[in-house]
Structure formats: structure tokens, C-alpha cells
């Protein structure tokens, strides 16, 4: 078997799993710009329509730039207070010295957390959210995320935080730099791809977040994932209006893995490697 | 305080002030919730007013639990779901990772292509296979048409729908295991691989003697973490599928969701959840020894 044979055959095989990646995802935005009749005849070519979206986007009976303007809300601030008490988490734990037993539990818990299933979280959210007078309010929702997400930024700024040499840590403080100072001036600069990092990610899970959303929001805090969801249910699924707001919602997942694919890379494996 | 000097006695302050968030975000909502569903889960809650009626029922809401129809088939559905999906993840991913990582040309455009499941909403992913396996006019339906062939009632029949939300989960967290996998084996000693080609061993020999026994760490610890995370499956199951037909796809989060939440029976709900925590835990116990056989540091 000669190399080059072998080349066009690892081609070949990735490129058939790129396009089961790939094929499904296009097929489903096309829909989008179908009419519900061309969708269900079945005809492979159609004219492209944009009543699904504006139906989604304009019409009385849809929520969607609510949604979407909720979605975006809550993704921002939960990424902010997620992105900031995980960072300066992650440097108390790794470089404050505490005693090893208090990261060691700390974060031991963090991944008890991130392992158990949102749902069952939610209900007790949902409790106390009412008894705080924080339900339906995206407050709660932001707050829930932010705590969701939180043991992903641990884990992750505390890879980059490692990462920062000690010699320069130990040379501001020989200068006489407060701990604020030393974290403002030297420690987040030499953060930033790490923030960068993580916070895309910290963003695109709140943004994508269904279970925990769809239990502590209602009508007018509905986010994105909840507004799709409501296409798929009722007597009738509404098929293309269902695909041209999923087109719609992954926007922004889409322009962040192409602008920022190596951040991705780096974050989502940043715990395995080391 | 700008002006202070670093002196020994900041530093228990500082740590404290620093980790304040992080704990406090935790405490109020990761350990207090825990209390409160333990709590509610030996009670019954009825909410009137937006007040609450606690009354304490000792066990029976665990009782009633044990005897629950379907969270049984949840916890069934969702252990052979958590098993076959994360075997099919992992074989598949180790398959494109081992042949990513021989690519010279193009590593970047696979890897951006491949990530993409990850960073979509799973009620997107529950959507677009909710589209591509429709019975009338699904793009699998024309495709088997297009070769004369019968269409596939992929949701409809217990065993086949079962079977099409496991590869549903397949599509979106190969990528997950790739990922991991492939930086596993970038990271992998390249003189090893050297004296092997200067031995002249074929690359089946490789793959078997070389590759995998220093994969095994990566492998067992992916394998065992997407394990116990298939227990978080839910997204997708509720688009596609609503544990349906029958109790074909329950899985333990949509049985939490339908007793908590459709039909408000809290407690029973959070004997639920406390069930399933503990499982969970179990099983995340099984992956941390997993961890430390296959890697004593």
C-alpha cells in the first residue's frame, strides 16, 4: 500500500465525517428559506423564501427578538460574573496559599457539580427563586448560569493561571505591589488569551442553556433555545419557522468558531492535556 | 489601601476577598440548593399566594420513587443510552483523531468543521434532527427514496427511536471525544514512533502496541466522564421525542422534569433528583478510581 494511497483514503474518511457534520446542519438553515408546502413535496431544489424568518423575526404572535434580546442579556452578564469570580477564584486557589485540603475540596466539589444534571438543580432554583422573589426574572436566570458555568471557569482559568511564572509575581511583590496591583497590572495582562478563551466558551453555554431556562422563565423572559423550542410543539410542528429561528440562533456560535477557532481549541481542552 | 505595602498580615485577606465570589456563588447556589431539595424531598410543597405549605412525609416520596413507572424506564433508558452512545463517541473519535493527526494539509479546516456540534444549543441539534428524520419528508426519507428505498419511521417505533436519539448524541459529542483524544495524541513522545518506523513495524502494529497503551489513560478518563455526562441528557430528548413513543426515550432528567414541573409534584420530584444525584455520584465515584488506576501520579 503506498503512502499516498493511504493520504487520499484519511481524506477521504474525514471528509465523509465532516459532511454528516456539515450536510445536516445547511440542509435544516435551507429549510429555513422554504415554504412549508416546498418543504413537505419534498423537491430537493426550491426558491429561496424569507417568510419563515420574517415571520420568526416580525410577526405579532412571535417572541423572538424578545428572546433573543433576553438570550443576549443573560449570556452577557452571567459570562461577566462567571468569567470574574472564576478568575479571581482560580488565582486564590492555585496561587494564594491557601492550605491544599481548601482548593482540594473546592474544587473537588466544582466537578461533583458540573457533573450533575441541570434539571434536578433547577427545581430547588425554581424554589428558591420563588421564595426570594427572584422568579421569572432573568436576575435568576443570569445568577443560575453564572453558577452553572462557574466550575468550567475555575478549571480553565486555573490552567492559565498556572501558567503565569511565579518569578514575576514574586519580583512585583519585591517592588512592593498590593495584591490588587499585582493582579490589574501584571496578572490580567498576562491572562488575556485565557480570558478570551474562556469567556467565548462561558458565553455560547449560557447562550445554548435549555433546562434551567425553560424552568425559570416564562412568556417574557423566554430565551432563544426556549422561543425554538415552542416551533416544535402545539398540534401542528411549525417546521420552517422551527429552522429559520435555529438559523438565527446559532449566529453567533458560528462567528465565534470562525474568528476565534484556536481559543476554542485551547479552552475545550485545556483540563485534558495536562 | 493603594498605597499599603504588601505586608504578611494582607495575605489571609486577600484570599479570602478573591475566593469571596466563587464561594458565595457556590454556597447559594450549588450547596443550599442540595439542602433544599433534601429538604423538599421529605415533604409535600403546595404553593398558594406565593407562599409555601411545607408538611413533612417521612419516606413515602422516596417510596413512591422505587415503584415509579417511569423512572424506571429512566433509569433504564438512561443507562443503555449512556453506554452505547459514549462507545460509538469514543470509537469514533478515537477513529477521526488518530487519522486528523496524520493529516499534513487541512488539520485546521477538519478540527473547525468537526467542532461545530459542540457550540450549537442542543434544542438546535434536537431541531435539525427532528427535520432530517421525519417520517414524510425528512432528508433521510428522500435519500432512501432517491435509491428506491422504503422510508425509516425513525421516532415512531419504540426500538428505533431509542436508537436514533442515541445517535443524535453521537453526532453532537464525538467531537467532544475527538478533540480530547487528538490533543492526547499530539502529546504523545514522537521518538517513540521514530524507533518504530526505523524497526520497520506496519501500522497496525503501532496502533496496537504503541498508541493505544499510551492512550489508555486519555481513553478510560474521556470515556468515563462523558459517562456519567450522559446522564444530563435532556435538550434533545424533549424536541425530538418527549420520552416517547410510550416510555421508549425516558430518561431520568425529562421523568424529573414532567413530575417537578408538568405536573407540580414537588416532592416526588426532588426524591427524583436526590435519587438521580446520588447515582451520579456513584458513578463519578467508579470514574475518579478509574482515574487514578490508569494514571498514578
Same mark, same amino acid.
Given at each position: 500500500?503506498?503512502?499516498?494511497?493511504?493520504?487520499?483514503?484519511?481524506?477521504?474518511?474525514?471528509?465523509?465525517?465532516?459532511?454528516?457534520?456539515?450536510?445536516?446542519?445547511?440542509?435544516?438553515?435551507?429549510?429555513?428559506?422554504?415554504?412549508?408546502?416546498?418543504?413537505?413535496?419534498?423537491?430537493?431544489?426550491?426558491?429561496?423564501?424569507?417568510?419563515?424568518?420574517?415571520?420568526?423575526?416580525?410577526?405579532?404572535?412571535?417572541?423572538?427578538?424578545?428572546?433573543?434580546?433576553?438570550?443576549?442579556?443573560?449570556?452577557?452578564?452571567?459570562?461577566?460574573?462567571?468569567?470574574? #469570580?472564576?478568575? +479571581?477564584?482560580?488565582? /486564590?486557589? =492555585?496561587?494564594?496559599?491557601? %492550605?491544599?485540603?481548601?482548593?482540594?475540596?473546592?474544587? !473537588?466539589?466544582?466537578?461533583?457539580?458540573?457533573?450533575?444534571?441541570?434539571?434536578?438543580?433547577?427545581?430547588?432554583?425554581?424554589?428558591?427563586?420563588?421564595?426570594?422573589?427572584?422568579?421569572?426574572?432573568?436576575?435568576?436566570?443570569?445568577?443560575?448560569?453564572?453558577?452553572?458555568?462557574?466550575?468550567?471557569?475555575?478549571?480553565?482559568?486555573?490552567?492559565?493561571?498556572?501558567?503565569?511564572?511565579?518569578?514575576?509575581?514574586?519580583?512585583?511583590?519585591?517592588?512592593?505591589?498590593?495584591?490588587?496591583?499585582?493582579?490589574?497590572?501584571?496578572?490580567?495582562?498576562?491572562?488575556?488569551?485565557?480570558?478570551?478563551?474562556?469567556?467565548?466558551?462561558?458565553?455560547?453555554?449560557?447562550?445554548?442553556?435549555? #433546562?434551567?431556562? +425553560?424552568?425559570?422563565? /416564562?412568556? =417574557?423572559?423566554?430565551?432563544? %433555545?426556549?422561543?425554538?423550542?415552542?416551533?416544535?410543539? !402545539?398540534?401542528?410542528?411549525?417546521?420552517?419557522?422551527?429552522?429559520?429561528?435555529?438559523?438565527?440562533?446559532?449566529?453567533?456560535?458560528?462567528?465565534?468558531?470562525?474568528?476565534?477557532?484556536?481559543?476554542?481549541?485551547?479552552?475545550?481542552?485545556?483540563?485534558?492535556?495536562? | 489601601?493603594?498605597?499599603?505595602?504588601?505586608?504578611?498580615?494582607?495575605?489571609?485577606?486577600?484570599?479570602?476577598?478573591?475566593?469571596?465570589?466563587?464561594?458565595?456563588?457556590?454556597?447559594?447556589?450549588?450547596?443550599?440548593?442540595?439542602?433544599?431539595?433534601?429538604?423538599?424531598?421529605?415533604?409535600?410543597?403546595?404553593?398558594?399566594?406565593?407562599?409555601?405549605?411545607?408538611?413533612?412525609?417521612?419516606?413515602?416520596?422516596?417510596?413512591?420513587?422505587?415503584?415509579?413507572?417511569?423512572?424506571?424506564?429512566?433509569?433504564?433508558?438512561?443507562?443503555?443510552?449512556?453506554?452505547?452512545?459514549?462507545?460509538?463517541?469514543?470509537?469514533?473519535?478515537?477513529?477521526?483523531?488518530?487519522?486528523?493527526?496524520?493529516?499534513?494539509?487541512?488539520?485546521?479546516?477538519?478540527?473547525?468543521?468537526?467542532?461545530?456540534?459542540?457550540?450549537?444549543?442542543?434544542?438546535?441539534?434536537?431541531?435539525?434532527?427532528?427535520?432530517?428524520?421525519?417520517?414524510?419528508?425528512?432528508?433521510?426519507?428522500?435519500?432512501?427514496?432517491?435509491?428506491?428505498?422504503?422510508?425509516?419511521?425513525?421516532?415512531?417505533?419504540?426500538?428505533?427511536?431509542?436508537?436514533?436519539?442515541?445517535?443524535?448524541?453521537?453526532?453532537?459529542?464525538?467531537?467532544?471525544?475527538?478533540?480530547?483524544?487528538?490533543?492526547?495524541?499530539?502529546?504523545?513522545?514522537?521518538?517513540?514512533?521514530?524507533?518504530?518506523?526505523?524497526?520497520?513495524?506496519?501500522?497496525?502494529?503501532?496502533?496496537?502496541?504503541?498508541?493505544?497503551?499510551?492512550?489508555?489513560?486519555?481513553?478510560?478518563?474521556?470515556?468515563?466522564?462523558?459517562?456519567?455526562?450522559?446522564?444530563?441528557?435532556?435538550?434533545?430528548?424533549?424536541?425530538?421525542?418527549?420520552?416517547?413513543?410510550?416510555?421508549?426515550?425516558?430518561?431520568?432528567?425529562?421523568?424529573?422534569?414532567?413530575?417537578?414541573?408538568?405536573?407540580?409534584?414537588?416532592?416526588?420530584?426532588?426524591?427524583?433528583?436526590?435519587?438521580?444525584?446520588?447515582?451520579?455520584?456513584?458513578?463519578?465515584?467508579?470514574?475518579?478510581?478509574?482515574?487514578?488506576?490508569?494514571?498514578?501520579?
Amino acid at each position: 500500500m503506498s503512502v499516498r494511497r493511504a493520504a487520499i483514503g484519511t481524506h477521504a474518511t474525514l471528509i465523509v465525517a465532516a459532511l454528516v457534520i456539515l450536510v445536516p446542519t445547511v440542509w435544516v438553515i435551507g429549510a429555513g428559506f422554504r415554504t412549508q408546502i416546498s418543504l413537505i413535496s419534498g423537491a430537493i431544489a426550491f426558491k429561496p423564501n424569507l417568510a419563515s424568518f420574517s415571520q420568526v423575526l416580525w410577526s405579532r404572535g412571535s417572541d423572538f427578538v424578545l428572546n433573543f434580546r433576553n438570550s443576549f442579556v443573560v449570556a452577557i452578564l452571567s459570562t461577566a460574573i462567571c468569567l470574574a #469570580a472564576g478568575t +479571581l477564584g482560580a488565582w /486564590s486557589m =492555585h496561587r494564594m496559599g491557601w %492550605p491544599r485540603w481548601v482548593p482540594h475540596l473546592f474544587l !473537588g466539589w466544582t466537578m461533583v457539580f458540573q457533573m450533575l444534571p441541570p434539571v434536578a438543580l433547577a427545581g430547588a432554583w425554581f424554589t428558591m427563586a420563588r421564595g426570594a422573589g427572584l422568579d421569572d426574572t432573568l436576575a435568576g436566570l443570569v445568577l443560575a448560569h453564572a453558577t452553572l458555568n462557574l466550575p468550567m471557569a475555575l478549571w480553565l482559568m486555573g490552567n492559565f493561571v498556572r501558567d503565569v511564572p511565579r518569578e514575576l509575581v514574586e519580583a512585583a511583590c519585591i517592588d512592593g505591589a498590593s495584591t490588587p496591583m499585582l493582579l490589574r497590572r501584571i496578572v490580567l495582562p498576562l491572562l488575556a488569551p485565557g480570558l478570551a478563551a474562556t469567556g467565548v466558551l462561558l458565553f455560547v453555554f449560557s447562550w445554548n442553556e435549555f #433546562a434551567v431556562a +425553560l424552568n425559570l422563565t /416564562s412568556k =417574557h423572559t423566554a430565551t432563544i %433555545p426556549v422561543g425554538i423550542a415552542k416551533y416544535a410543539q !402545539g398540534f401542528e410542528v411549525q417546521y420552517t419557522q422551527m429552522a429559520a429561528s435555529s438559523a438565527l440562533s446559532i449566529i453567533p456560535a458560528v462567528l465565534l468558531l470562525l474568528i476565534g477557532q484556536r481559543y476554542i481549541v485551547k479552552g475545550l481542552t485545556a483540563g485534558a492535556v495536562k | 489601601m493603594a498605597t499599603s505595602l504588601r505586608r504578611q498580615g494582607d495575605e489571609p485577606a486577600w484570599r479570602w476577598l478573591t475566593s469571596a465570589p466563587a464561594f458565595a456563588l457556590m454556597l447559594a447556589l450549588g450547596v443550599l440548593p442540595l439542602l433544599n431539595l433534601l429538604a423538599m424531598s421529605f415533604a409535600n410543597v403546595a404553593w398558594s399566594n406565593g407562599a409555601a405549605t411545607w408538611s413533612f412525609v417521612g419516606l413515602a416520596n422516596f417510596r413512591a420513587v422505587a415503584v415509579d413507572p417511569l423512572f424506571r424506564a429512566g433509569i433504564v433508558n438512561t443507562t443503555i443510552f449512556a453506554i452505547l452512545a459514549v462507545a460509538g463517541q469514543m470509537a469514533l473519535g478515537f477513529v477521526l483523531a488518530l487519522l486528523s493527526s496524520r493529516v499534513r494539509h487541512g488539520r485546521i479546516v477538519y478540527r473547525t468543521v468537526f467542532i461545530l456540534p459542540i457550540l450549537l444549543p442542543g434544542i438546535v441539534i434536537g431541531a435539525i434532527w427532528k427535520l432530517i428524520y421525519n417520517y414524510d419528508f425528512g432528508l433521510i426519507t428522500q435519500l432512501l427514496a432517491a435509491f428506491g428505498l422504503e422510508p425509516i419511521d425513525w421516532l415512531g417505533q419504540p426500538t428505533m427511536a431509542l436508537v436514533s436519539v442515541i445517535l443524535v448524541d453521537i453526532w453532537h459529542w464525538t467531537p467532544f471525544c475527538f478533540l480530547l483524544l487528538l490533543a492526547g495524541i499530539e502529546s504523545l513522545p514522537q521518538d517513540v514512533y521514530e524507533a518504530a518506523e526505523v524497526d520497520g513495524v506496519s501500522w497496525w502494529q503501532e496502533l496496537v502496541h504503541i498508541t493505544l497503551p499510551m492512550m489508555w489513560p486519555t481513553i478510560a478518563v474521556t470515556a468515563a466522564f462523558r459517562l456519567v455526562l450522559a446522564f444530563k441528557v435532556f435538550d434533545e430528548v424533549y424536541l425530538l421525542t418527549g420520552g416517547g413513543p410510550g416510555t421508549a426515550t425516558e430518561v431520568v432528567s425529562f421523568t424529573i422534569y414532567q413530575r417537578f414541573f408538568t405536573e407540580d409534584r414537588v416532592g416526588l420530584g426532588s426524591a427524583m433528583s436526590v435519587a438521580v444525584i446520588l447515582v451520579v455520584g456513584a458513578l463519578l465515584a467508579l470514574a475518579l478510581a478509574a482515574r487514578r488506576r490508569a494514571a498514578p501520579a
